[in-house]
């Protein structure tokens, strides 16, 4: 008995390693095959009481038959003289099935009589706590209906090299907090200003745009009213990288 009470021990200590390695080695294989699909199976077994402890639900008048005498259930035990009682029960939005995404997972909620998305935006730092997840982004394609976007853990911690453009005037400069690319198409908005206290980020995103543009055939003007802080400190990379510096390098060379 104790040892096979020993060899169950050491299966299970070998099993959690593994699992503990996979995550670490190969996270978006253990999300897709072993973390979302225990994901999915809290959020559709919570979903009741998340929606209720968050206020998602509406009181419903349900008929109830009860074969208990003098007792019916409803959000507690009412006293009833009755078998067959109409009483008013919580009931919660209807849910989709969750989605696997990168960095989480979203699914389509049918909001009830008298919501709008603005009703979950408020109710979505309570669904983050009640779910364990980093946070969860509301969104609605259409009316009626409401997409919950929740990213497990932070994408923002740790960056992964961005994909260059391939596409005229447009520059992806960084990554969005559910993850996904943000993407700056000055073919689609051609004016910005870039603005913001210190320390917030206008040196990093000016220089995004400068190693984004430099290979494109564009022409870049900078105009430094503080005598040299950053565009002349860009020059000799831009000229670098720019098309007409290559082609005229190439034809030198050749």
Same mark, same amino acid.
């Given at each position: 008995?104790?040892?096979?009470?020993?060899?169950?021990?050491?299966?299970?200590?070998?099993?959690?390693?593994?699992?503990?390695?996979?995550?670490?080695?190969?996270?978006?294989?253990?999300?897709?095959?072993?973390?979302?699909?225990?994901?999915?199976?809290?959020?559709?077994?919570?979903?009741?009481?998340?929606?209720?402890?968050?206020?998602?639900?509406?009181?419903?008048?349900?008929?109830?038959?009860?074969?208990?005498?003098?007792?019916?259930?409803?959000?507690?035990?009412?006293?009833?003289?009755?078998?067959?009682?109409?009483?008013? @029960?919580?009931?919660?939005?209807?849910?989709?099935?969750?989605?696997?995404?990168?960095?989480?997972?979203?699914?389509?909620?049918?909001?009830?009589?008298?919501?709008?998305?603005?009703?979950?935006?408020?109710?979505?730092?309570?669904?983050?706590?009640?779910?364990?997840?980093?946070?969860?982004?509301?969104?609605?394609?259409?009316?009626?209906?409401?997409?919950?976007?929740?990213? @497990?853990?932070?994408?923002? @911690?740790?960056?992964?090299?961005?994909?260059?453009?391939?596409?005229?005037?447009?520059?992806?400069?960084?990554?969005?907090?559910?993850?996904?690319?943000?993407?700056?198409?000055?073919?689609?908005?051609?004016?910005?200003?870039?603005?913001?206290?210190?320390?917030?980020? +206008?040196?990093?995103?000016?220089?995004?745009?400068?190693?984004?543009?430099?290979?494109?055939?564009?022409?870049?003007?900078?105009?430094?009213? +503080?005598?040299?802080?950053?565009?002349?400190?860009?020059?000799?990379? @831009?000229?670098?990288?720019?098309?007409?510096?290559?082609?005229?390098?190439?034809?030198?060379?050749?």
């Amino acid at each position: 008995m104790r040892d096979a009470l020993l060899i169950l021990l050491a299966g299970l200590a070998a099993s959690a390693a593994g699992l503990w390695a996979w995550r670490h080695l190969n996270y978006r294989s253990y999300w897709l095959l072993v973390g979302f699909p225990l994901m999915a199976v809290t959020i559709w077994a919570t979903w009741r009481k998340v929606a209720l402890g968050c206020g998602l639900t509406k009181k419903r008048q349900r008929w109830w038959f009860t074969t208990v005498p003098g007792a019916i259930a409803s959000t507690g035990l009412v006293k009833v003289r009755r078998r067959f009682q109409r009483v008013a @029960v919580d009931t919660k939005p209807f849910m989709w099935l969750p989605r696997p995404t990168r960095h989480g997972w979203r699914v389509t909620v049918h909001t009830l009589e008298g919501q709008i998305p603005a009703d979950y935006a408020q109710a979505a730092e309570r669904l983050a706590h009640s779910w364990g997840v980093h946070a969860v982004r509301v969104s609605s394609p259409r009316p009626g209906r409401v997409v919950l976007a929740a990213t @497990v853990r932070d994408p923002l @911690v740790r960056l992964d090299h961005l994909p260059a453009s391939g596409e005229l005037l447009t520059v992806h400069v960084g990554r969005l907090e559910t993850g996904g690319l943000w993407t700056i198409d000055f073919r689609t908005v051609p004016h910005w200003i870039n603005a913001g206290a210190t320390q917030s980020g +206008k040196s990093n995103l000016a220089n995004a745009l400068l190693v984004g543009l430099a290979p494109q055939p564009v022409a870049l003007v900078g105009i430094d009213l +503080k005598w040299g802080v950053l565009p002349e400190v860009w020059t000799p990379v @831009v000229m670098r990288r720019s098309a007409p510096y290559r082609a005229a390098a190439r034809s030198r060379s050749g």
